[in-house]
């Protein structure tokens, strides 16, 4: 066998679970794996346990790229932020010119424009790749969104494409764009992930104690409505938690659970690249603010004994009932996704990175955590018009929301009415009744800036023209 044969076609750098289970669907895949981890036992624990797969291991970092075919092909699967620099430094000093580095940790995309960058500089490719689908996707198939170069995209698509999970739109991965594209896309993912849990949050809620429906009762619903037009990942896990019981007291073990989410960042990120660039996307920002409230338990505790609410009979749960709550869920989550849609297209457009609207709906039809029958609609839109910056606002889109929007109104209503907070429901609506508003109310607010700051405003009859106005009476 000559040395060129035994060369690997894929380093894999950190073997936590999301980079192992990575190395073994490139392994199973028919690619000969090289890795690596900072940790030489947990490296010896993972070759130990995976013996009869196609992965070897390498003595230290240095030794990585020798084992390397070129151009080589690396994926980092490290913690996001410094880690990726130090090894990246490392590594840059070992790489020749069209070598390939990818990240595929939850990087920020403004960190990734910069690697690529300074990569590029060198002659180096650097791809930020969103990698979504947790330990499971990672293992048989998750959706993949790389950013960075045509070319270095070129020469990991043999592979990419085998490893991403596959819907009947083909593998769910593409070339997103360029630099920071693919993180970008990622985190927008996440940004809408947090709004469709949020939304679920809600409808549980509301469920529970607005109609007294427990969680073994909303297990069946949401299974249920998981064979419909809600059909997702999301949904499907909302069925199996709500149905599980806790082993030591019976309870269903939801309930068991302190109600303070945790989150790691995505989501924020999301909204603060939307706040920064003056784009508005309160779905995600009510949903981030949402984990923050619930985080603030011990003061929550303190007010519920302070501040009054409404104290209501559970009302009878009929079917007629449930409809109008799956169909403003339904209503709610297509608002959600059209923000983040939005937001891609905007960012995009700024960027320049041609982001395809279509393609993104296409990668995530399977493997991440936002799979969902709507995207098949949402692609349908793009097809019939690729450049919509909003495809609530095309077909079937209209129509779905003029069915469902009531039924929102009507959840929202009752949700208030009970004192059930719902803020991404709530956020959804309102920007819905925001941009189908050719007349919102920011004249006032213009005349106000005026009267006290001497800002200046636009008369309808004079565009284009700062006036101001005397306001004393
Ligand atoms: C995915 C998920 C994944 C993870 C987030 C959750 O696409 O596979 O989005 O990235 O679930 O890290 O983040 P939070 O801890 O912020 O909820």
Redesign the pocket.
């Known amino acids: 066998m000559s040395a060129e044969q035994t060369l690997a076609d894929f380093g894999v750098v950190g073997l936590g679970t999301m980079g192992s289970n990575v190395a073994l669907n490139v392994a199973d895949n028919g690619f000969e794996v090289a890795c690596w981890n900072r940790d030489p036992e947990v490296q010896r624990a993972f070759l130990s346990a995976n013996a009869g797969a196609r992965v070897v291991g390498v003595p230290s970092l240095r030794e990585l790229p020798a084992r390397l075919s070129r151009p080589r092909r690396i994926l980092l699967m490290v913690t996001a932020g410094k880690p990726v620099d130090l090894v990246m430094a490392d590594l840059a000093a070992l790489l020749e010119l069209g070598d390939i580095v990818i990240d595929g940790g ?1 990087s920020r995309f403004e960190d990734t424009r910069r690697r690529e960058a300074e990569w590029r500089a060198k002659g180096l490719h650097f791809v930020g790749m ?5 330990a499971e ?1 990672a293992r048989h198939g ?2 993949l969104m790389p950013g960075g170069s045509a070319e270095a995209y070129a020469a990991l698509a043999p592979i990419l494409e085998k490893i991403a999970a596959r819907s009947d739109s083909g593998p769910c991965v593409t070339h997103v764009g360029p630099d920071g594209a693919g993180h970008f896309v ?1 985190t927008v ?2 940004g809408i ?2 709004a469709d849990m949020q939304l679920l949050a809600e409808t549980y809620d509301l469920l529970r104690r607005g109609f007294g429906l427990g969680a073994p009762r909303q297990a069946e619903l949401f299974a249920r409505w998981n064979e419909g037009p809600l059909e997702s990942f999301l949904v499907e896990v909302t069925a199996r938690v709500l149905a599980v019981r806790d082993t030591a007291t019976e309870d269903p073990l939801v309930e068991r659970i302190v109600d303070s ?7 924020r990120w999301t909204v603060m690249a939307a706040l920064e660039r003056g784009i508005a996307v309160p779905s995600m920002s009510a949903a981030v603010d949402a984990r923050v409230l619930s985080s603030e338990k011990p003061e929550r505790v303190v007010a519920s004994r302070i501040l009054d609410g409404p104290r209501r009979d559970p009302l009878p749960a009929d079917d007629a009932t449930l409809q109008f709550v799956h169909d403003a869920l339904l209503a709610a989550r297509v608002l959600a996704f059209a923000q983040g849609f939005r937001l891609i297209r905007l960012v995009s457009d700024e960027l320049e990175w041609g982001i395809r609207g279509g393609e993104v709906a296409r990668i995530w039809k399977a493997g ?3 799979r969902a029958r709507l995207l098949d609609r949402i692609l349908g839109a793009f097809e019939e018009a690729p450049d919509t910056r909003n495809f609530a606002l095309v077909a079937p889109f209209p129509g779905d929301l003029a069915r469902l929007v009531p039924a929102l109104r009507r959840a929202l209503a009752l949700a208030q009415t009970c004192g059930v907070p719902t803020p991404v429901f709530a956020a959804s609506l309102a920007w819905y009744d925001s941009i189908r508003s050719a007349r919102l109310p920011q004249n006032l607010t213009q005349a106000q800036r005026d009267a006290f700051g001497a800002h200046g405003f636009e008369r309808i009859d004079q565009l284009g023209v700062e006036v101001h106005a005397d306001w004393s009476l």
């Open positions: 939850n969103g990698v979504s689908g947790g996707g998750p959706s990622k993912h996440n992930e947090y989410a945790g989150q790691k960042g995505t989501g991440c955590i936002l």
